[in-house]
């Protein structure tokens, strides 16, 4: 559903480092347990703001920062890759994840999960990608009214996140809600 996705012309939005600060990837990592991971994916990059801070994280990991929008992909070609030459932007169709079986050893997903039309495609490329024991982390707005969030409608709940990943065969699932805005949903293939 387009209505659902984020508008690319409001795209310095997702460029704001206060995003860092309420869901900050040295927790992300922590929780994940990464330790030097090769190959990470950012599963609707938008500009590539946790790339980038994934990229200062681990100095030799490569990233795919992957996204929908043809505009975000060219915009993180243009103003990304120069800075962060490990960050590799590339466009991807619902659901389709353009990477080898079991090749990914961290997959992040942020603000993302509620505006995925198939949500069980995409857990489920999310498992053919990472490798065996490799960790998932979905963030996604907490489904209560707020002033800076899309409408309530559309949110989901972390529990059906949660759901969606046991059913695809995740284990290991836990979440942390201790954010304002946010939930995080971390689990293992």
């Known amino acids: 559903m387009a209505s659902k996705r ?3 012309a409001k795209l310095e939005k997702l460029n704001n480092p206060e995003r860092l600060s309420e869901l ?16 990470i994916v950012d599963l609707g990059a938008g500009t590539g703001l946790y790339s980038r801070a994934f990229a200062e994280l681990f100095t030799n990991s490569i990233i795919y920062a992957l996204d929908v929008s043809s505009v975000m992909v ?10 962060y030459p490990r960050i590799k932007p590339l466009i991807m169709d619902d659901g389709v994840v353009p990477l080898e079986d079991e090749s990914v050893d961290f997959l992040l997903m942020v603000n993302l999960h509620h505006e995925i ?11 053919r990608v990472l490798k065996k024991g490799a960790a998932i982390a979905i963030s996604d707005w907490r489904k209560e009214e707020m002033e800076i969030a899309p409408s309530v409608a559309i949110r989901v709940d972390e529990r059906q996140v949660a759901d969606d990943l046991k059913r695809r065969g995740f284990r290991d699932i836990r979440t942390f809600n201790q954010f304002c805005y946010n939930y995080l949903v971390i689990a293992r293939r």
Do not use: C, K, Q, Y
């Open 6 to 8: 984020f508008n690319p």
């Open 24 to 39: 900050p990837v040295s927790f992300i990592a922590t929780r994940a347990g990464l330790v030097e991971p090769e190959v």
């Open 74 to 83: 060219e915009w993180m070609a243009e103003h990304v890759v120069p800075r």
């Open 117 to 127: 039309d198939d949500a069980e495609a995409t857990v489920r490329e999310a498992h």
